[in-house]
Nanobody
Framework: HVQLVESGGGPVQAGESLRLSCKTS????????MGWFRQAPGKEREGVAV????????NYAASVKGRFTISQDNAKNNVYLEMNSLVTDDTAMYYC??????????????????WGQGTQVTVST
């Protein structure tokens, strides 16, 4: 059973940075896809960034490209989201998610099987 635990959220000022962490456990060997998604009040959950565990290929939502960076540690037990130049529109609950091999993209949160509880990011001016 895969477990995901996010940390690192909090209140920040616009223009500042945050680094989110997702600690994973319960994964067996093999290829999988890890992603960060977010959901703001009254809005649908949207993909932010994903990474393929085998190829380290990454995909980003257009709204965060150039500002956010997804990465994984060498043991592939942790996934990170480095967020720079934060803006108020980045305010949301951020979730870590995981799925098996196959398609790995930000546009299909429904295909991710495992989810963390989320960590809140609040950006103010």
């Amino acid at each position: 059973h895969v477990q995901l635990v996010e940390s690192g959220g909090g209140p920040v000022q616009a223009g500042e940075s945050l680094r989110l962490s997702c600690k994973t456990s319960g994964y067996t060997a093999g290829r999988y896809c890890m992603g960060w998604f977010r959901q703001a009040p009254g809005k649908e959950r949207e993909g932010v960034a994903v990474i393929d565990s085998a190829s380290a290929s990454k995909n980003y939502a257009a709204s965060v490209k150039g500002r956010f960076t997804i990465s994984q540690d060498n043991a592939k037990n942790n996934v990170y989201l480095e967020m720079n130049s934060l803006v108020t529109d980045d305010t949301a609950m951020y979730y870590c998610a995981a799925k098996g091999g196959g398609y790995c993209g930000t546009d299909s949160p429904e295909i991710f099987a495992s989810w963390g509880q989320g960590t809140q990011v609040t950006v103010s001016t």
